[in-house]
């Protein structure tokens, strides 16, 4: 099932997309749970306290918080939730980048165009599912890629990092670099010991990221020109 916040302080755009969704999960057969908030500070108390979102709906322009300021608490929690923006407003852009939103609705909204993007939007969030699996102990232990942060390596020794729990174990960063690399999930080797997943990342310079937990890592000098290329070109498919 999938669970899914609308934002927005028009009840009238509200009850429209809510609609929508609906009409999209009948012709599909997909289940969804959609849960209606009316102000930015609402949708992050809720969002904090009673679990995460798979896709919310904001809007740009609302009173006390706004959209762009809204995803940023979000983002502080959960970097993975799809964010799509339903808005008048095409003027904000450059703030919209350090949010990484997934799409951006224009109103008044087509409902042709509103299917495809949640038809993408869930098609990504299928394709996100997928574990990284290593034994450890004797014993096979899987995570979910979307929950790894970074990978590093001290000799022959990978550690994996997620939000809460360090995970340790034998291998190198070659092969996990190669099992992971035609995934949906994208990881960026931006040292010889790292491997980080581009979803975490909140800030890129051009000789360090910075993750979302405040954690920074240096790019090695000889693969910044390289990283930046690939940086550049998965922001141009965004």
Known sequence: MLRIAICDDDITIVEQVRQYLEDIAKNTKRQIEVVEFYSGVRLVEVASKKGRFDIIYLDI????????????????????????????????????????????????IDRDIFKEIFLKASQRLEMKVRDFHFQYNKCIIKIPLKDIMYFDSERRTINIHTEDKIYTYYDKLDSVEESVKNDSIVFIRIHKSYLVNYQYIKQWEYTQVTLYNGYTIKISEERRKKIRKIYMDLLGKR
């Open 61 to 108: 322009e609302m009173d006390i918080m706004n959209g762009i300021n809204t995803a940023l608490k979000i983002r502080e929690k959960d970097i993975n939730v799809l964010l799509i923006y339903v808005s008048s407003h095409e003027g904000y852009y450059q703030q919209l980048f350090d949010v990484e939103p997934f799409r951006f609705i224009k109103k008044p």
